[in-house]
């Protein structure tokens, strides 16, 4: 009689709590794990034998962009295809709700050209809509979501560069307080975008005291990454201070212009924690990035239309002042565009420029040669002929702070991707994104099995237990008797991130079996279409409860 639905038999199972692998069989009941097991001792109405390859906990991704791009591919293919069988949405201000009707348009505007394809319907209006939305179609991955407060902002006032009145920030709190009642895990900021870069500290902390009556926590995109790093993480933790909650510091390698490396940043999250301040911090493994121009620009000007954006460029005054404020940097904008500021340009290479024929693939020092001009005016004149639509790859972290962090036991890895796929509209163009594809596979290839930097089982940790246990998701991270069968099955002589080079779009290699709540997703390397993901939801703490 077979006592099991499924059982992985023959496997070297890593807990995800750091301990070493040890063999085992699993077998899994009801979509969680029933039993551990001596090999070879367990019977299943399905067994799978995974022939000594490693069993770890599912990964959880701690900070993606997935919030429009899953509800397009519901799939998650590139997720589930690397092992992450959890992303966390709603990070760095943004996230699709609240949304009120007379904001809608705005909305829309911020998140893009995702915001009109036809599976974004924005049907929905409060948090809890929004996730019964993301449920109702099915999900090939679990997802959790923050509230943003930039959406927040957006919802009640706009993108204006201002304070909100009292009767504004009270607006924000009740929104606030429905995304938690409805299972946001806490609050996310983006503090080098507009609107979030609009907030002064006080908004922030105001609303993480809200925060704080949830048992939610913060998680921030810092208010400067390069110069101002640590004047940045001292905000953070003082925000994490004053309002009595924990704070998640997100991607917070330093971006080229920084003046120290990582080991003051995370001093700074050391000396937080021996004074008993819950601070943790999250990093991806890529030194580049690649965004519109756009995001180049000062964040006065990249909320305007793209014909007023390009009326301003094509005006050779206001050009001048637009180039002066981002050289001078006074409200420090998002990580690459340190690269402008500091005159990099032969670090900035052309993606997409579809109105500019021949210039993808070059650098803009080397269009700025070509045309005979000040790399300035070369990023500009691209703006003005493509807008948005120019993107270009920004090579701006150096890969030794990525290497210190990882090596800190309060970080944990995320990818700061989305949900991709390498056909239909998320391919259309193709953007640079291979942390969507190849960011755990990632880890263990370079920084586990090729140039050892960590443990496996330490690698392993940073991907499952530690993000679980930061989000409070008390039953996923681990493989334990209870815990949901959340389970990747790879070989790690095998793993290989594909992602790489000027076309990323390629699933990786010997991530072979991926289970998402007991249900195989992946199997022999191959989507099986299944969709059993569940939306996640923070049980709630009301204040005053235990």
């Known amino acids: 009689m077979a006592d099991f639905d499924l059982v992985l038999n023959n496997s070297r199972i ?17 979509g969680c794990i029933a039993a551990i097991a001596p090999p070879g001792t367990l019977r299943g109405h399905q067994v799978l034998d995974v022939g000594d390859r490693y069993v770890t906990p599912g990964f959880i991704d701690v900070h993606t962009h997935s919030d429009l791009s899953i ?68 999900l090939g991955i679990n997802v959790g979501s923050l509230a943003g407060h930039a959406a927040l902002r957006i919802a009640v006032m706009g993108v204006e560069d201002r304070a909100p009145t009292a009767a504004e920030l009270d607006a924000m709190h009740r929104l606030l307080v429905e995304a938690l009642e409805a299972g946001a895990f806490g609050l996310s900021t983006g503090l080098v975008y507009p609107p979030g870069c609009f907030a002064d500290t006080a908004e922030i902390v105001a609303l993480c005291r809200v925060v704080a009556r949830y048992k939610g926590l913060y998680a921030t995109h810092i208010r400067g990454e390069r110069e101002t790093i640590l004047e940045a993480v001292t905000e953070a933790i003082h925000i994490g201070q004053e309002a009595g909650v924990p704070v998640q510091i997100s991607h917070n390698a330093p971006k080229y212009g920084a003046l120290y490396d990582a080991t003051a940043n995370l001093r700074l999250v050391e000396e937080a924690r021996a004074q008993g301040q819950d601070v943790t911090v999250d990093n991806d493994l890529h030194t580049d990035l690649g965004p519109p121009l756009t995001g180049g620009l000062p964040q006065d000007v990249q909320e305007r239309p793209v014909a007023e954006i390009i009326a301003l460029l094509r005006n050779p005054e206001t050009r001048r002042q637009i ?89 944990m890895v995320c990818s700061d991707g989305q949900v991709s796929a390498p056909y239909g509209f998320l391919n259309d163009p193709p953007p640079y994104c291979p942390c969507s594809y190849g960011e755990f596979p990632g880890l263990l290839e370079r920084y586990v099995r090729d140039e050892p930097l960590l443990t496996l089982e330490e690698a392993v940790r940073k991907m499952t237990s530690s993000p679980a246990q930061r989000f409070g998701l008390r039953d996923r991270g681990v493989l334990r008797p209870g815990a949901w069968a959340d389970i990747v099955v790879f070989d790690l002589d095998r793993v290989r991130d594909r992602a790489t080079g000027f076309y990323p779009h390629q699933y990786p290699e010997g991530i072979d079996y991926v289970l998402v709540n007991g249900v195989p997703v992946v199997y022999e390397g191959e989507h099986t279409r299944m969709l059993p993901g569940q939306v996640l939801r923070k049980p709630v703490n009301t204040p005053g409860s235990p």
């Not at 890593?14 to 009801?30: A, E």
């Not at 397009?72 to 943004?94: D, F, K, P």
């Not at 709700?97 to 209006?125: C, F, K, N």
């Not at 290479?349 to 021949?358: I, R």
Request: glycine content about 10%; proline content about 6%; aromatic content about 8%.
């Open 71 to 138: 509800l397009v591919n519901r799939r998650a293919e590139s997720a589930v295809r690397q092992g992450a069988t959890t992303h966390i949405l709603g990070n760095c201000g943004m996230s699709p709700t609240p949304v009120q009707d007379d904001r809608l348009a705005e909305m829309r505007d911020y998140w893009g050209r995702i915001s009109e394809q036809p599976e974004v319907t924005w049907a929905w209006h409060t948090f809890g809509e929004y996730l019964d939305a993301l449920q109702d179609g099915g």
């Open 323 to 411: 180039r002066k404020e981002i050289v001078r940097d006074r409200r420090p904008a998002f990580g690459p565009v340190g690269l402008l500021k500091h005159g990099q340009w032969q670090r900035i290479t052309l993606l997409h420029a579809p109105h500019s024929p021949g210039v993808a693939g070059q650098t803009v020092a080397a269009i700025a040669r070509e045309h005979g001009c000040d790399p300035f005016d070369a990023y500009f004149d691209l703006i003005v002929a493509n807008g948005h639509k120019a993107e270009a790859i920004f090579d701006y972290i150096d890969e030794e702070n990525i290497r210190i962090l990882l090596r800190h036991p309060a970080v």
């Open 14 to 30: 890593l807990d995800g709590c750091g301990n070493p692998w040890y063999r085992g069989d699993l077998g899994i009941r009801d």
